[in-house]
Structure formats: structure tokens, C-alpha cells
């Protein structure tokens, strides 16, 4: 008996023992790599972002963005003291042969090029609005903006600056003369000539509340038509201005309401297809005041191939370098 409880004793101790113990690390084998790679791909794929949304609410359909690219969202950046006057710190260096700009602002970076040939008192402006899913860091560097400013070649100072990442963030420039004035503090001098304003997916959400200025020429949409449609109706038909505006509206995504939104002008030019140079462009639609693209490039590919922004900055009043 007093065998029997002994060994039943030491018969627990053991297995108390394994249980409390970590289990060894498995050197993984060629087939378990598969097999983990297979059930990787097996799970549910994440949802897709939502569509960018306009700060007011608008009664036209909104598109869904098909592609789903979304980064981990902006840390939240540091508060710079910022007294509306004092000269704003930047970093100057040189990209894709050209100066380029870095300004702090307390609402974000604001990225500057101009290319080495570059002459003011022919030059005009282009300003640059990124989608969500970045910042005006990220698209700078992933887009290479810089490299696609200057296959462009045209005279401009060309601007990036910060825009919304998503849905939860607020319009960081309302009001374009706000950011003017920020390039003026940071010790740079705008062009006296023409202004495009080019702005791709949720940068709708900016480039709307700019249509009204003085300044600016032209604008393009980038597969950017999820709303805002009010807005650059006033810009091309109702407002002050307006006879001496054009507007380019690019969709591959935002196929349908872009086309609902052209639809509504008689005098609207309609091509399906971006030419691979500006020579593809026949001389009406160069000169059109409302054009309309469809892209055979999808919504991401439309700011990264390096097809479509060169182009189109070609078929604007800036001049040639």
C-alpha cells in the first residue's frame, strides 16, 4: 500500500511539473512555413477604408474607394508654437536635381521644390494635396513627387503640403491664403503667375474650400470626385470667376459620380484613356474647360505610376522650362 502511494505521489510531482513549464520553441520546417503561410492568407482580409466624406453634408452619390492601401494612421505630431507671424524654421537640401523645402507648420510639414532651372518671373504655382492613408512626409517620399514635378518640366514652385489622412481628421489648410502666407514666413517667395491646384482621393475635402480664391487657375482631380460637387460647379459655372476656370476630373474609382458630375455640362470634353504624353491629347481637349479622363490606372497607381501627374501638369498654363 505504502509502495503503491509513493509512486502515485511522484507520478503528480511529474506532470505538475510539465505543466507549469514553457513549451520549447519548434525550429519551423519547410511545410510548416507553407502551412502558415496558406492560413495567412485563408483569414478574412481587412475592410477596405471608407470613403472620403466632405466636412458638410452633400446629396450626391459617393463613390468607395476599391483599393485598400491604408498605413498605420499619423502619430499625433508635436505642438509647435506658432504666433501667426514669426518666420517659420524649414531645411533646405536638394531633390531630383532640384531645391527643395521643408517647412514646419503647426498644421504640418510643408514640402517645397522648385527644379534647377527654375525662373520666377515667368513661373507659376502648383499645389499639391494628398489623399488619406499618408501625410504630406509619406507622399513626398513614396510617390516621389519630386521626381514627378520635374518629368513634368514645367516653371513652377510646386507645394505639398499636410491634408487629411481620414475621415477623423480636420482640413488642415481652409483657407489657401493661409498656407500662401505660411511659404512668404518661411522665407520663400511665390511666383506671380498661374496657380494649379492638383488633389488626389479625400483630397476633395481641401481642395473645395479653395475654389472661391483669386488665385487659383485650375484645378485637377485625381480620382477625387467622392463629393464636393457644389462646389466646383460654382468653380467652372456659377462662380465670379468662373468663365476663367478649367477643371480636369480623372476617375477610375470614382467613375460613376465623376461621370454624373460631367454629364451635367454640354461643353465637358470626355476621353477614356490617359495618352502616354501631352501629344496624345488631340487641341479640343487641351483646350477644354471641363475634361474628363478615365484612367486605366487604378486609384493608387493614378499618383504613383508616373503616368498621369507629369502628363497632366503639361495640359495647364504653366510654361515650359
Same mark, same amino acid.
Given at each position: ?22 513549451m520549447?520553441e ?5 511545410a ?14 481587412p475592410?477596405?477604408?471608407?470613403a ?9 452619390t459617393? @463613390? ?10 499619423? #502619430?499625433?505630431?508635436?505642438?509647435i508654437k506658432?504666433?501667426?507671424e ?5 531645411? !533646405?537640401?536638394?531633390? #531630383? ?9 503647426a498644421?504640418? *510639414? ?10 520666377? !518671373?515667368t #513661373? ?11 501625410d504630406?512626409?509619406?507622399a513626398w +517620399? ?11 518640366? $514645367? ?6 503640403? /499636410? ?12 483657407? %489657401? ?12 517667395? %511665390?511666383? /506671380? ?11 476633395? =475635402?481641401?481642395?473645395? $474650400? ?7 487657375? $485650375?484645378?485637377? %482631380?485625381l480620382d *477625387?470626385?467622392? *463629393?464636393? !460637387? ?5 468653380f ?5 470667376? @468662373?468663365?476663367?476656370?478649367? %477643371?480636369?476630373?480623372v476617375? #477610375?474609382?470614382? !467613375? $460613376? ?12 470634353? @470626355?476621353?477614356? +484613356? ?14 477644354? +474647360?471641363?475634361?474628363?479622363? =478615365? ?7 493614378i499618383?504613383t505610376? +508616373? ?5 497632366l501638369?503639361r ?5 515650359a522650362?
Open positions: 500500500m505504502t509502495s503503491t502511494l509513493a509512486a502515485l505521489f511522484v507520478l503528480l510531482s511529474s506532470s505538475l511539473a510539465l505543466a507549469g513549464d514553457p520549447p519548434e525550429t519551423p520546417s519547410a510548416s512555413d507553407e502551412a502558415g503561410t496558406a492560413g495567412e492568407n485563408a483569414a478574412p482580409a475592410a477596405p477604408p471608407p472620403p466624406v466632405a466636412d458638410a453634408p452633400v446629396t450626391s459617393r @463613390a468607395r474607394l476599391t483599393t485598400s492601401t491604408a498605413t498605420t494612421p499619423r #502619430a499625433i505630431r508635436p505642438r506658432d504666433d501667426g514669426s518666420r517659420l524654421e524649414k531645411k !533646405e537640401d536638394t531633390v #531630383a536635381g532640384g531645391t527643395h523645402w521643408r517647412i514646419k507648420t498644421q504640418g *510639414a510643408v514640402h517645397v521644390w522648385i527644379p534647377a532651372d527654375y525662373d520666377r !518671373e #513661373a507659376g504655382t502648383v499645389v499639391y494635396v494628398h489623399g488619406y492613408w499618408t504630406a512626409d509619406g +517620399k513614396n510617390y516621389e513627387l519630386a521626381r514627378q514635378f520635374r518629368m513634368s518640366k $514645367q516653371n513652377a514652385m510646386f507645394i505639398v503640403p /499636410d491634408a487629411p489622412s481620414s475621415n477623423d481628421e480636420s482640413v488642415q489648410w481652409p483657407a %489657401l491664403t493661409d498656407l500662401r502666407r505660411a511659404i512668404a514666413r518661411g522665407n520663400i517667395k %511665390l511666383p /506671380d503667375g498661374p496657380t494649379i491646384v492638383m488633389g488626389h482621393s479625400g483630397a476633395f =475635402r481641401t481642395v473645395m $474650400q479653395w475654389v472661391d480664391h483669386r488665385a487659383v487657375d $485650375q484645378i485637377i %482631380l *477625387a470626385m467622392y *463629393a464636393g !460637387e457644389r462646389a466646383f460647379d460654382d467652372i459655372k456659377s462662380g465670379k470667376r @468662373a468663365d476663367d476656370h478649367k %477643371l480636369i476630373v476617375a #477610375a474609382s470614382t !467613375e $460613376q459620380g465623376s461621370r454624373a458630375f460631367v454629364n451635367k455640362y454640354k461643353f465637358a470634353v @470626355a476621353r477614356e +484613356k490617359m495618352p502616354s504624353d501631352v501629344g496624345g491629347f488631340s487641341k479640343r481637349e487641351r483646350g477644354a +474647360k471641363l475634361l474628363y479622363i =478615365r484612367s486605366q490606372y487604378e486609384h493608387m497607381s499618383v505610376s +508616373k503616368k498621369v501627374i507629369p502628363v501638369l495640359v495647364t498654363p504653366l510654361k522650362l
